[in-house]
């Protein structure tokens, strides 16, 4: 999918040599990345999103995990849990990631940058940073926390394997009202059970 608006190209243009980089550090990250743009798109647009709100989407999923640049080797590539001081660390590449966005002064950065800062909050106040519950989430970080979420459980990783698609969707129905928001689940269910996007799990 492309991006029309002038801003939002030079936005893209401007941060992609941080996805470069963010690759060469952590490619799975990077690959994360590029399907949680994807799936976050096909939501966006199937909950009837167009224009400069679903290229907000775009943008925000492509570098929702750019604040890793931030968080330590040593945490960044553990394979065990974290202690709380570690993963203080780690719930801060929201902040960092909203901070480089912002940073780049073009037109409308603040907005790509408020989606990511907020794409780990949750839908009942309990997520980060900022404890926002509810439609105080940006909708755009709502529609993006659903697609990490899937994909984070869909791709093994180096402290547990994948999960099948029936396990993950039966987490995320037990996490619908606490984490995520239930209109949007409906939305994503309807996307993820009818979409060739699976394939990109296969």
């Not at 990345?33 to 909950?47: D, F, K, M, P, T």
């Not at 940058?113 to 509810?134: N, Q």
């Not at 709502?142 to 987490?171: C, F, K, Q």
Request: with cysteine; glycine share 6%; charged share 25%.
């Amino acid at each position: 999918m492309e991006l029309n608006d002038p801003a939002m190209k030079v936005l893209y243009a401007y941060t992609k040599a941080l996805s470069v980089a963010l690759d060469y550090r952590d490619q799975p990250t990077r690959l994360h990345s590029e399907r949680v743009r994807a799936l976050s798109a096909a939501i966006a647009e199937s909950h009837g999103m167009s224009g400069a709100a679903l290229e907000v989407v775009l943008i925000a999923a492509s570098f929702h995990d750019i604040g890793k640049i931030g968080v330590p080797d040593h945490i960044l590539m553990k394979t065990g849990s974290f202690d709380p001081e570690e993963w203080e660390r780690m719930q801060r590449h929201a902040a960092i990631g909203a901070d480089i966005i912002a940073a780049t002064g073009i037109a409308e950065a603040e907005r790509a940058s408020r989606v990511i800062r907020h794409h780990h909050e949750h839908f009942d106040g309990s997520g980060y940073p900022d404890k926002l519950a509810g439609a105080a989430i940006p909708i755009c970080s709502r529609i993006i926390s659903i697609a990490d979420s899937y994909d984070a459980m869909a791709v093994t990783r180096s402290y547990r394997p994948a999960l099948p698609h029936e396990e993950i969707m039966t987490i995320l129905h037990e996490e619908t009202g606490i984490k995520h928001d239930p209109e949007l689940m409906e939305t994503f269910c309807k996307v993820i059970e009818s979409d060739g996007l699976r394939e990109m799990w296969r």
